[in-house]
């Protein structure tokens, strides 16, 4: 037999169980198939590329905030100077010292007025360092630096200025103007927008009118690309979705191909005939038939008349090929005496069923006479 494990398959117990009860063995294994499918090594790699990025996602990833058009007049370059004093914001100023510290302020202001910001720099500096919990001192320093294009100092000031007081107007508008001169549209236009809520001013309306028009450009870009992102998201959610729905429905294809084609292979393997085979497995006569020779297999002889049997056995001894015997299990029809089945197996063709001795008896023979007694 070319491929005795053929016979381990589901579909042929019975026939092994019929072979075993005669003494035969079936080797153990599985049959090898010609026409088992195959995934090719592409494919798998094929369904876990991922799909390409489209070109638009790629064009708003990459779409800085810098290519919004913004009206940036007025900028100057950032001051990188070292940090002013700030004071000592754990001393607690006496009296006379904030009497003094009261006197600084008053003429750091006179020359704020006097267009002499340097000077008003250094006496609130000076006042600072004697009261440095006076929120104001700050903001103001922070005004008189603005005047010297230091926006970073007015910034630091006005930060300390919050800091002893959130709610100082005049600390957010001149904090919100140093923005305004950095080109940070959007903390100049919070900055201001909070200014004028605490302590409505003409001159912080007025900035704020001005910084405006390229805040909101800028935040509707932000916004686009909020929503850009979110529905991108999206996008690869329902694209992670498809790829897992697809994965599954190609699995389920395989599964399904691969529960089907057990039958096919098996067919394609031991050739045309083998659908017939186990088509006639399935006849209760044919079932019935076996059963009783698989009690006694010299029963076998009440049904070489049966065409439904002996074809049976027929076919699977032209599928099985090999000589000598029962296909596969060596010499002779186990059970059936070294000589073979007497006077060859019925309708097994020239010889007889391989391993049963010679062909039928002719039916065009001579017949038995009289004369023969005499």
Known sequence: MQQPELLNLPQLDFFKAFVEKLGGKVPEGTPSFAGAHKAGPKEGEEAKKAAPEPEADKKEDSEPESDVELDNEGCVEPDNEPEQPMGDAEKEPSEEELDQANDLRSKAAAAYSEQNYEESVKLFTEAIQINSRSALYYAKRGQAYLKLVKPNACIRDCNRALEINPDSATAYKFRGRANRLLGKWEEAAKDLRQACKLDFDEEADEWLKEVTPNAKKIEQHKLKQERRRQEKELRERQERVRRAQEANRKAAEESARAGGDGDDDFLGGVGGGAEDILNAFKDPEVAAALQDIMSNPANIGKY???????????????????????????????????????????????????????????????????????
């Open 304 to 374: 070489q008349n049966n065409p439904k049997v002996m074809n049976l056995v027929t076919k699977i001894a032209g599928q099985a090929g090999g000589g000598g015997g029962f296909p596969g299990f060596g010499g002779g029809f186990p059970g059936a005496g070294a000589g073979g089945f007497p006077g060859g197996f019925p309708g097994a063709g020239a010889g007889g069923f391989p391993g049963f001795g010679g062909a039928p008896p002719s039916s065009g023979g001579p017949k038995n006479t009289t004369d023969d007694l005499d």
